[in-house]
């Protein structure tokens, strides 16, 4: 596996940065934080989230949208709580015995 690019460090590296237990930084935010232009943070976050790396904590209201924005947090941050994940190796104990 080929290492992550520079732009894809620098938004995880920012959301690392800005991540609170109240609150996720915006897409936005990660890319002011980070310096990255907001077509490749739209780009990069969407591939980030979708392999695992982030997850969104909750919406929020800004002023500069009128729907409510996604706050995202590392993923290493959320993975003790229940997200509806299911061990099927243990299922599969359980119903063959």
């Not at 991540?19 to 780009?43: D, S």
């Not at 924005?69 to 941050?77: D, G, M």
Request: proline share 5%; charged share 25%.
């Amino acid at each position: 596996m080929r290492p992550a690019g520079e732009v894809r460090t620098a938004l995880f590296n920012a959301c690392l940065e800005l991540a609170t237990p109240e609150r996720g930084p915006t897409l936005r935010e990660m890319a002011a934080v980070a310096c990255v232009g907001l077509k490749a943070a739209t780009h990069t976050v969407k591939h980030m989230s979708r392999a695992g790396q982030v997850r969104i904590a909750r919406k929020r209201r800004v002023e500069y949208r009128n729907n409510p924005v996604a706050e995202y947090v590392p993923a290493a941050l959320v993975d003790g709580q229940d997200d509806g994940f299911v061990d099927l190796s243990s299922v599969l104990r359980a119903w063959g015995g």
